[in-house]
């Protein structure tokens, strides 16, 4: 059974760090592109972040670019965000993604690209 679980989300201050995480349940975790999605009360769900499969290329929105880094280890079937200098407009819940298996390495940062999603992790950014 196919499981993406994410974990590290919190209540936090502006300003400061944080780490989310998601350990993916996929055999082809390696042949997959893997994204970042968040979604903010009343708003609708929004692209942040991914990367390719080989982790050759990453791509972000501009609301984190600088901001945000994603990074996966392929060993260990784990995708992480890092967050620094973090907003109250940040404050979402946290989605990982995983796109289609052998799909090639395009970022594609719409939600319809990617096959499986995790139950997320909330993030709260207090002013």
């Known amino acids: 059974q196919v499981q993406l679980v994410e974990s590290g989300g919190g209540l936090v201050q502006a300003g400061v760090s944080l780490n989310v995480s998601c350990v993916a349940s996929?055999?082809?975790?390696?042949?997959?592109?893997m994204a970042w999605f968040r979604q903010a009360p009343g708003k609708e769900r929004e692209f942040v972040a991914a990367v390719s499969y080989r982790d050759v290329s990453r791509t972000y929105a501009d609301s984190v670019k600088g901001r945000f880094t994603i990074s996966r280890d392929n060993a260990k079937n784990t995708l992480s965000l890092q967050m620094n200098s973090l907003k109250p407009e940040d404050t979402a819940v946290y989605y990982c993604?995983?796109?289609?298996?052998?799909?090639?390495?395009?970022?594609?940062?719409?939600?319809?690209?990617?096959?499986?999603w995790g139950q997320g992790t909330q993030v709260t950014v207090s002013s």
């Open positions: 996929l055999r082809s975790f390696g042949y997959r592109n």
């Open positions: 993604a995983a796109g289609r298996a052998y799909g090639g390495a395009f970022l594609d940062p719409r939600g319809q690209a990617y096959d499986y």
